[in-house]
C-alpha cells in the first residue's frame, strides 16, 4: 500500500441498505477525514478524527457513522442509504500537526448510487 | 458564517497565463490551501500560504493577503494537461479545512 487506499471503487445500492465503505492509510498519519463532493457543492466534511480513539462530527454527519480502531483505518458506515446520499466520497489524511505545511493526502474516492 | 467564493468556470489559452481568485470569510485563519483536481480524480495539493505575499513553484504562484481575505493562483504556461479543477480551501481556527466549490479551468488550443 503507498498513501491511501479506498473500497470499493464504486457502488450502486439499494435505499434502506446499510453499507460500509473503507480507508486505509500507511502514512502514519494522526488526523483522517471523509468528505463528500457533489457537484456545484465542492467538499463537505462529514466526519474527522483527529486521532486513533477518537471522532468528530463535521458539517454534513447525519445518515453516517465512523469509528477509529487504530490509526490506519477508517471506515465510514451508511446505516440506512438514501438516495440523498449519491456522490463521490473522498477519504483523506494529514499528519500530526508538527509539520510546517499540514496538507491533506486524498484517497481515489468510492463513487456511490443509492436507488 | 465561513464563506469561500471563487469563480466556477474560466476559459484560458494554451500558453497564456491566468488567475483564479479566492475570498474567504473564516472564524480564525491559519492557512490557506490551493489543490488540483482533474476530472474523475482526487484532490492534489499545490501550495499553501500561511503569510502575505507571493509563493512561486514553477509555473504555479500563490498569493495571499489576509488583511483581504484574498489569494489567487497564478499559472504561466498554461499546459492542455492543466485543464482540472482548482480548489480554494481555508484552515479555520479549529484547524477544520473549509472548501470552495473549485473553479473549473478549460485550456483551449
Known amino acids: 500500500i503507498a498513501g491511501i487506499t479506498q473500497a470499493p471503487t464504486s457502488q450502486i445500492l439499494a435505499a434502506g441498505r446499510r453499507m460500509t465503505l473503507r480507508c486505509t492509510q500507511d502514512?502514519?498519519?494522526?488526523?483522517m477525514y471523509w468528505y463528500r463532493q457533489d457537484l456545484g457543492l465542492g467538499l463537505r466534511l462529514i466526519h474527522y478524527?483527529?486521532?486513533?480513539?477518537?471522532?468528530g462530527k463535521g458539517e454534513v454527519p447525519d445518515g453516517y457513522s465512523v469509528s477509529r480502531a487504530n490509526t490506519d483505518d477508517f471506515p465510514l458506515t451508511l446505516a440506512s442509504a438514501v438516495p440523498s446520499q449519491t456522490s463521490v466520497y473522498f477519504c483523506?489524511?494529514?499528519?500530526?500537526?508538527?509539520?510546517?505545511?499540514?496538507?491533506?493526502?486524498f484517497g481515489p474516492g468510492t463513487r456511490l448510487t443509492v436507488l | 458564517g465561513q464563506n469561500i467564493d471563487q469563480p466556477t468556470e474560466m476559459t484560458a489559452t494554451e500558453g497564456a497565463i491566468v488567475q483564479i481568485n479566492c475570498t474567504y470569510q473564516t472564524s480564525g485563519f491559519n492557512g490557506l490551501f490551493w489543490y488540483q483536481q482533474h476530472a474523475g480524480e482526487a484532490p492534489t495539493f499545490l501550495s499553501y500560504?500561511?503569510l502575505d505575499g507571493l509563493e512561486e513553484k514553477g509555473r504555479f504562484s500563490s498569493f495571499l493577503s489576509r488583511s483581504k481575505g484574498y489569494s489567487y493562483l497564478l499559472l504561466k504556461e498554461l499546459q492542455m494537461k492543466d485543464s482540472a479543477s482548482y480548489l480554494c480551501a481555508v484552515t479555520d481556527s479549529n484547524y477544520q479545512l473549509i472548501w470552495g466549490a473549485g473553479t473549473k479551468l478549460i485550456i483551449k488550443p
Open positions: 500560504n500561511v
Open positions: 478524527s483527529n486521532t486513533a480513539g477518537t471522532t
Open positions: 483523506a489524511s494529514s499528519g500530526t500537526g508538527t509539520e510546517e505545511v499540514n496538507e491533506q493526502f
Open positions: 502514512m502514519r498519519h494522526n488526523a
